[in-house]
């Protein structure tokens, strides 16, 4: 198949990411890039030789068949609905958008236009949580009962160049990290049916201690601690903490990430990568390391070609609009919780995405 030609929106720290990996899939190829900072694009355009341009140009590109979004958070809405209306597919950095509702207005407008929406994370195509689903679909720790994620650090402002977007709407440690962890244990679970949580603000503003805006301080006007539990509709509960306030961090083994089953216990990888280990703790017996069973560990660019693979034909769509959306609607009803003391439901629906093949990319014809 010919390679989706994909460029890139917002050239910042997260990019190189992108760019630095987008050789390793045949599916699509990088070819232009853009920011509302031209200098900034045309510096990635001469590092990476690409062509160079303002947003606005960019969507104006006929070759351009879909965009990789890495704006922020706030500005996902405006930024996704200007992509699709240039007639592109789109792929966004997480959260989808800075709420449910405009997560919405994307998948709707995706849906009227006949165009695909993909999201971040795709950590989870990798292959520890492919093997965790592995793990659980071969019946090794029993039935699904529960699960516990942990994340905590002291705050993006520690070491981030330009950490404010964390603290805007569409960021916080629900928003910022939550996703990693959630999307993963939906893509084992299934839907979620509801949640409930409590959060938390513990200051208006944070101090910059990174190098280049060392004693600046910003804004906060998002949680900075957040809990959640989710029930999810096959009858497992999930507890799920992100935090931004605990600058000592965890006692845990960093990132805490377990599922609970009816015959043992499974020890999860961090979501945020997309090795492993992957440990299995059974009721009778010892402790092991699982063998991987599946090969892709190289880094983002995965859900780009997963959307594009979906793009040129027969191919299950894994990082779905419909899965982020999903997840955003649960994040955001947990912080709605919190709000009205009550439980809130999830009326979002979705399946499981497909496991991957376990030779993935080289499915994709690499």
């Known amino acids: 198949m010919d390679p989706v030609q994909a460029g890139i929106l917002g050239c910042g720290t997260i990019s190189e990411a992108y760019l630095d990996r987008g050789h390793r899939f045949n599916v699509y190829d990088i070819v232009a890039c853009a920011d509302i900072d031209t200098e900034r694009a045309q510096e990635t355009g001469e590092e990476y030789g690409l062509r160079a341009s303002d947003p606005e140009g960019l969507l104006a590109?006929?070759?351009?068949?879909?965009?990789?979004?890495?704006?922020?958070?706030?500005?996902h809405l405006?930024?996704?609905?200007?992509?699709?209306r240039a007639g592109k597919h789109?792929?966004?950095?997480?959260?989808?958008?800075?709420?449910f509702n405009e997560g919405q207005q994307i998948i709707?407008?995706?849906?009227?236009?006949?165009?695909l929406v993909g999201s971040a994370p795709d950590t989870f195509l990798g292959a520890g949580i492919q093997t965790v689903r592995s793990v659980i679909d071969d019946g090794r720790i029993g039935d699904p009962v529960g699960a516990t994620a942990v994340w905590a650090s002291g705050g993006h402002e520690n070491w981030h160049p330009a950490p404010d977007l964390y603290y805007q709407r569409g960021g916080g440690p629900l928003f910022d990290?939550?996703?990693?962890?959630?999307?993963?244990?939906?893509?084992?679970?299934?839907?979620?049916?509801?949640?409930?949580?409590?959060?938390?603000?513990?200051?208006?503003?944070?101090?910059?201690?990174?190098?280049?805006?060392h004693g600046e301080t910003i804004d906060v006007e998002v949680p900075t601690h957040e809990s959640g539990i989710i029930e999810f509709a096959n009858g497992a509960i999930a507890n799920v903490l992100?935090?931004?306030?605990?600058?000592?961090?965890?006692?845990f083994t960093s990132p805490a990430f377990e599922i609970y089953g009816t015959e043992g216990t499974l020890r999860?990888?961090?979501p945020n990568n997309f090795k492993g280990p992957v440990e299995v703790h059974p009721a009778d017996g010892e402790?092991?390391?699982?063998?991987?069973?599946?090969e892709y560990t190289d880094g983002r660019g995965a859900g780009v070609a997963d959307l594009a693979a979906a793009v040129r034909g027969d191919w299950s769509h894994r990082t779905s609009g419909d899965l982020a959306n999903h997840i955003l609607e649960i994040l955001d009803r947990i912080r709605e919780a919190s709000e009205t003391g009550a439980h809130a439901p999830v009326e979002t629906d979705v399946d499981r995405p497909e496991p991957l093949p376990p030779t993935f990319p080289e499915t994709l014809g690499n």
């Open 268 to 270: 999860l990888p961090d």
């Open 78 to 84: 405006q930024t996704c609905l200007d992509v699709l």
């Open 61 to 75: 590109d006929d070759k351009v068949e879909l965009v990789i979004n890495l704006t922020p958070p706030s500005v």
């Open 242 to 251: 992100t935090s931004f306030d605990t600058p000592g961090g965890s006692t």
């Open 177 to 213: 990290m939550g996703p990693y962890y959630v999307t993963a244990l939906v893509s084992v679970f299934g839907s979620a049916s509801r949640v409930t949580g409590s959060t938390a603000q513990t200051s208006a503003q944070r101090t910059i201690t990174s190098e280049s805006r």
């Open 108 to 115: 709707e407008a995706a849906a009227a236009d006949g165009l």
């Open 90 to 99: 789109v792929y966004v950095e997480k959260p989808l958008a800075a709420s």
């Open 287 to 294: 402790s092991e390391e699982v063998e991987l069973t599946h």
